[in-house]
């Protein structure tokens, strides 16, 4: 699997907007970029996923750079509940590989 | 409405002892999984069965044994118990399609005394 490198820890004040980026320089064609968060005590949650263009959700917006080789998840409004980890993962959906490879992630701590 | 669901949600046993957690999805889905989330919260594949068949097997030891009865449900047996195996366990479950989406459950931390 490709692998993605994410800060291990940002910091962001409430109701402000937080970019979290993830670099995924070995990212093959077929490669999604998918976002996960975990809260404290939670199983993981999906949070949003793109290939080439960028997306919105109701959650987050996802920013894919032209050549792929990075992305950034932008929450538009940090709460309290966005504190979380988030990992960005790259999947290469080929049938028998549908697992998701979790890497460190970024622990987001939302200052009030 | 639980989506993803297991049981128990702690499990505080012995080592050499044998257990089992149960995982079961109302999401009609047809993948489901085992994550094992150690200590140091790295968050690793275990197994994953579609409809009822084993796709993915990441060289867990043979003392876990998947089942599934159904598509629904995706239990994890334990057989002889070691103090390494204490983690939370997370179950998962997605649709087939491109690109899917994995739901989790709550997970069952499990403590080996």
């Known amino acids: 699997d490709a692998k993605t490198t994410q800060p291990n820890s940002m910091e962001s004040n409430e109701e402000e907007p937080v970019h979290l980026p993830c670099n995924h320089s070995t990212i093959s064609g077929t490669d999604y970029i998918h976002w996960y968060r975990q809260l404290p005590s939670q199983g993981p949650e999906y949070v949003i996923h793109g290939l080439t263009s960028n997306v919105n959700n109701r959650m987050a917006s996802l920013a894919i750079a032209e050549d792929r080789k990075s992305s950034t998840l932008i929450l538009h409004r940090a709460t309290l509940r966005d504190a979380a980890v988030y990992y960005c993962i790259l999947r290469d959906l080929v049938f028998g590989n549908e697992k998701l490879t979790f890497g460190t992630g970024t622990r987001l701590t939302i200052i009030p | 409405d639980t989506a993803v669901s297991q049981t128990p949600k702690y499990l505080v046993t012995q080592m050499g002892n044998d257990k089992s957690i149960k995982c079961e999805q109302n999401?009609?889905?047809?993948?489901m999984y085992w994550y094992k989330q150690d200590s140091k919260k790295f968050l690793k594949i275990m197994f994953s069965y579609n409809n009822k068949e084993l796709i993915i097997n990441e060289t867990v030891p043979n003392r876990f044994s998947p089942k599934s009865p159904d598509k629904a449900h995706l239990n994890l047996h334990i057989n002889s118990l070691e103090l390494g195996d204490s983690a939370v366990y997370f179950c998962a479950s997605s649709q087939d399609g491109e690109p899917d989406t994995q739901y989790f459950g709550p997970g069952t931390r499990l403590t080996v005394l």
């Open positions: 999401l009609g889905h047809d993948t």
